[in-house]
């Protein structure tokens, strides 16, 4: 059983758990337990029934497979506040498809998963809510992508603007269709103009056509960062 | 209706309807419509009723929000073979909390919520089969975050080998403890570990504690891209 304040809160926040009628989540925390794992120590091995579903409280866990000869292959890490598994419990899977084992000293809570699906089978409308709630965290992990993506162009524009840059006057003329450029540097055209412009709101460069001339040199190179 | 086989085969294949029974995936299609947009063509205004949701064939649509002084704040991009506003339908909100608009020429499907929803409250098993390939399909975008994230963080972990390397014997040796070069580096110490393995699994450094020695560094400059 879960009794833990703060734990029993970490749960009730997380998308799987958050719509849960009060006595459901009651329910499910009647049937959870606390589970401590030392660094390398085994949570469960591939082949075993899945009949629970995790969420990481602290720590780091790592999903691997097992191959034939014998050779670990990385699945997933696994960071605080993330649950896992319970697609498993979704789809009704009989055995986990993967190992787990800490990384680090870790802190779980062990979830009965037949209590958990029986509860969304009876209430449509909570399965939709969780749904709703899963879209969501979706959709702010795609935009955390699509940060992470900006990011990474942005810093090889960044690059290719300081090496361009003519020493005396700070500007770069492109020699080629910014079509060119994007390609060349690897990211699409709208994304290298989306770049340009964000510098260009930020008072980093101005653009006029093919002229691009850095106003703040050291401020792009703490943008890089 | 919507009948382009290569664009049902899309939906069929995206989270939200690969578990549909292939009846309740007729009706959908049957009431879905095919929508084309030219670059910065509006799709639907933020207050609108939210009647229907969307998956983004091909192009690019933004969605946004306009605050109350008129400006435009970026919310998501939306991507090809990405769905959105099936969050809103989940929980059945009124109205669309954001506006769409293309920022290329797009084409979409456009579905009828009510149905879609209603086949979901129908049958729990299709709710729970649809919230596993969620969860498998949000495992899959958090691995990619961790491995975007990874792919910056090793980006700096190069440049700070490359920078510290001694050009005679391409050595680095590590003044402090390799704690505190993750901590000036901004990553943590396990990462920046992983990171090192990682390089010495590929034949790229050898680490012997403190020394690491540089076996190939157009190989290493390679990576960083």
């Known amino acids: 059983m879960l009794t833990h304040p703060s734990i029993v809160l970490l749960l009730r926040r997380h ?24 660094c390398n120590g085994t949570l469960m091995h591939q082949g075993d029934p899945a009949k629970r579903f995790f969420l990481l409280v602290s720590g780091q866990v790592k999903l691997f497979r097992v191959t034939g000869e014998g050779q670990e292959n990385l699945v997933e890490i696994i960071q605080p506040g993330q649950t896992f598994a319970e697609a498993l419990l979704f789809s009704q899977a009989r055995c986990y498809p993967v190992s787990a084992s800490a990384i680090k000293d870790s802190v779980l809570v062990s979830i009965e998963g037949t209590h958990y699906r029986k509860a969304l089978e009876d209430q449509p409308k909570v399965c939709l809510a969780i749904l709703a709630s899963m879209s969501i965290h979706l959709h702010q ?14 810093r090889r524009v960044i690059n290719f603007l300081l090496q361009e840059r003519d020493p005396r006057d700070g500007q770069v003329v492109l020699q080629v269709s910014k079509r060119l450029v994007a390609s060349k540097l690897g990211i699409q055209p709208e994304t290298f103009s989306r770049i340009l412009h964000r510098l260009v709101d930020g008072g980093l460069i101005a653009m006029e056509r093919r002229n691009i001339r850095i106003l703040a040199e050291e401020a792009l190179e703490a943008y890089q960062q």
């Open 141 to 154: 992990r795609l935009k955390d992508i699509d940060n992470l993506t900006l990011a990474s162009a942005s």
């Open 15 to 38: 998308h799987l758990f958050s719509q849960l009628p009060e006595r459901v989540f009651e329910d499910v925390c009647n049937l959870a337990v606390l589970k401590r794992l030392e």
